[in-house]
C-alpha cells in the first residue's frame, strides 16, 4: 500500500502560470518531507524540502506547503518555466533512525507548454 | 563537478551469471543506499550503507548483495540474478544530518532475460 500518494500522473500548464503538485500520504509519524525532479535517463535531483515542524518553505520559484492535519503537501512553482517540465517526486522520510531512506510517491509528469 | 557516478547505464544478462553494479561518489559522503524503481512500485531502497564496512537491508534486499570497503565505492552484486530483478537501479548518497537529502546517479537499466 503506498504510503506517499501523487494522484495525478501528469499535469500541463501554460509558461508563466503556476504549477501546483499534490502529495498526500498516510504516515503521521514522517517527519521530513522532499521534493526531486527528474529528467529522462537521469537520476532524481533534489529540489526542496520541509520539516514536519513547519507549513511553508520557499526557495526561489518553489515553495512547499504542509498541511499535517490534511496528510497533504503541495509543491507550487511560479512562473513555470518549459525547462521544469520533468517528473516530480514527493518523498517522505519516516525518520528511521540512522537509515535516511525515503519513501516515495510515484511522481506527477510536468508538461509546461511555450 | 560533484557526482555520483554508475556503471553501466545499461546492461542485459542472462538468468544465474552474476553481475554488479558499480557505484562511485566523489563527494566524501558517509551514507550511501541503492534504491529500485519498477512500475506502480516507485523507488523502494535496497541496501544502505552508514559508513565503511557498515551495510544494512533496506526494504527489499532478497537476491543482492553489497560491500562498502572504500567511502566513495557501493557497489551492488547480483549473485544469480532473476527475471524479477529486471529494473532500473540508483545508488545514492548523502553528507548526512537530519534532513539531509540524497544526491542521485544517472541509473542502471538492468534486463534479466
Known amino acids: 500500500d503506498q504510503q506517499v500518494k501523487q494522484n495525478s500522473p501528469s499535469l500541463s500548464v501554460q509558461e508563466g502560470r503556476i504549477s501546483i503538485l499534490n502529495c498526500d500520504y498516510t504516515?503521521?509519524?514522517?517527519?521530513?518531507f522532499l521534493w526531486y525532479k527528474k529528467y529522462p535517463a537521469e537520476g532524481p535531483t533534489f529540489l526542496i524540502s520541509i520539516s514536519s515542524i513547519k507549513d511553508k518553505n520557499e526557495d526561489g520559484r518553489f515553495t512547499v506547503f504542509l498541511n499535517k492535519s490534511a496528510k497533504h503537501l503541495s509543491l507550487h512553482i511560479v512562473p513555470s518555466q518549459p525547462g521544469d517540465s520533468a517528473v516530480y517526486f514527493c518523498?517522505?522520510?519516516?525518520?528511521?533512525?540512522?537509515?535516511?531512506?525515503?519513501?516515495w510517491g510515484l511522481g506527477t509528469s510536468l508538461a509546461v507548454n511555450p | 563537478e560533484a557526482q555520483v557516478t554508475q556503471n553501466p547505464r545499461y546492461l542485459i544478462t542472462v538468468t544465474g551469471k552474476k553481475l554488479t553494479v558499480t557505484c562511485s561518489q566523489n563527494?566524501?559522503?558517509?551514507?550511501m543506499s541503492w534504491y529500485r524503481q519498477d512500475p506502480g512500485l516507485g523507488l523502494r531502497q535496497i541496501y544502505y550503507s552508514m559508513n565503511v564496512e557498515v551495510t544494512d537491508k533496506g526494504d527489499v534486499p532478497e537476491g543482492y548483495k553489497v560491500s562498502r570497503k572504500e567511502k566513495r565505492n557501493f557497489p551492488l552484486i547480483l549473485e544469480s540474478p532473476s527475471p524479477n530483478q529486471t529494473s532500473l537501479y540508483f545508488c545514492?548518497?548523502?553528507?548526512?544530518?537530519?534532513?539531509?537529502?540524497?544526491?542521485f546517479g544517472n541509473g542502471t537499466r538492468l534486463t534479466v532475460t
Open positions: 518523498a517522505a522520510s519516516p525518520n528511521a533512525g540512522n537509515n535516511r531512506k525515503l519513501i
Open positions: 545514492a548518497s548523502s553528507p548526512g544530518g537530519y534532513g539531509s537529502p540524497l544526491h
Open positions: 504516515n503521521s509519524m514522517f517527519d521530513y
Open positions: 563527494m566524501n559522503h558517509e551514507y
